[in-house]
Structures are given as C-alpha cells and as structure tokens.
C-alpha cells in the first residue's frame, strides 16, 4: 500500500529548511513528508550542490575574467571581435549550465533508549556525516505538546537545539548533513527546561 505524503515540499520551504529558518510550527509536518520523499530529498540536496558549486567557482571566474579582459585588449582590433564572440558564447553556455541531479544518501534510523547509568549499554550507533533520523519512544516520558531537543559532542559543543513536537507517541529529529566522528549525547528536555532523558550516540566511520 503507497503512503499518501500529500504535495511536493515547496522551493522556498527547502530553502529555509537548509538555512535552519523553517518556522517551528512547520518543522515537524516539512520532516514527515521529507523523510518519506525522495523527490524532495533530490531538490534539497541539488539546491545545497548548487549553491556550493557556485561559491567554490566564483573566485576563479573573476580571476579568468580580468586575465580574459587584459589578454582581448591586448589584441587588434580583429583580435577583439574575436575575442568578444568567444566571451558571449561562453557566458550563453554558463547560463544554461545546470548541476546533474544527485542522489541524496539513505536517511539512516535511529532509535535512542536511555542507557540508566550503565555505560554501553543499549547505546545507540550511527555512521558519520550519515543523514539519520533520530527516534524517541515517549512511552515512559511526561505528555508535553512539545520538547526541547539537544545534541552535544563529548566536549559540550552543541550540534543541534531546536525544538520538537511529538506524533504518534514519539519524537522524530531528522539531521540532515550528519553529525561527526565521535560520543555525542542526545538530550530531551521538558517544557518548562527540565532534563527528562539523556541518551549516548556514537557515530563511527562509514564502511
């Protein structure tokens, strides 16, 4: 049976989605049909691709254009001509240029349960820069209409706070680009900041 995921994700919203500016009230609607999507996956990392390329090359097209305009004027007259024919051609090719689509790399599940106090124990493992799905059973936590969810490495630095509201009984974080080799920590805070679980990830080189 084929899961209705509803409309496709629009531009913009993957535009914020990728900057961290989705407002909150839409984060948790955007990850569902993201996570079941593979069309919107595709758009969102083409969108990243393409904005790097174009970050890296934009130096260096600057630099080959002043070189380009210093060796033209160089030239006579003919030369010229020449030389600006070839420049609007190359600049009719780039703009028709457009990224090949890229496969976005399997979103990877990953249940998290609390480890009481017994280190390694039921501790959760994930391969680095891996988008993952991070999943939290809410059965034997306090019912709040939303959760203050925190990843910090082994030093403290955060990797990710936002905040969450739960469906289905759990809460479902999606990170996108991955987390980096290492002991991260997830924890799930209450309402009103209180500290309700801690869970131990560790993220391991990908094979």
């Known amino acids: 049976m084929q899961i209705d995921i509803g409309p496709h994700l629009q531009e913009e919203e993957l535009e914020q989605y990728s900057m961290g500016r989705l407002p909150v009230d839409r984060i948790t609607e955007f990850e569902e049909h993201f996570l079941a999507c593979e069309t919107c996956q595709d758009q969102l990392l083409a969108m990243e691709v ?3 390329a174009v970050r890296s090359a934009s130096p260096k097209l600057r630099k080959a254009a002043r070189s380009r305009r210093e060796w033209i004027f160089a030239w006579p007259r ?11 051609t190359a600049l009719l090719i780039a703009r028709g240029w457009t990224p090949a689509p890229t496969r976005v790399p399997a979103i990877a599940t990953v249940l998290l349960q609390a480890t009481r106090g017994i280190e390694g124990l039921a501790q ?4 680095a820069s891996q ?6 059973d809410l059965t034997e936590i ?4 939303s959760y203050r969810f925190e990843i910090v490495d082994a030093r403290g630095r955060a990797a990710l706070d936002s905040v969450v509201i739960p469906a289905n009984g759990k809460i479902v974080q999606s990170v996108t680009k991955g987390l980096s080799l290492g002991r991260h920590y997830v924890r799930l805070y209450g309402i009103n900041g209180e500290l309700l679980r801690e869970f131990s990830l560790l993220v391991e080189a990908q094979r």
Do not use: R
């Not at 306090?142 to 209409?145: G, I, K, L, N, T």
């Open 142 to 145: 306090p019912v709040a209409s």
């Open 50 to 52: 393409f904005v790097n």
């Open 124 to 127: 959760a493992k994930a391969a």
């Open 78 to 88: 003919v030369g010229w001509v020449a030389g600006a024919a070839f420049a609007v």
């Open 131 to 136: 988008p993952i799905a991070l999943t939290i």
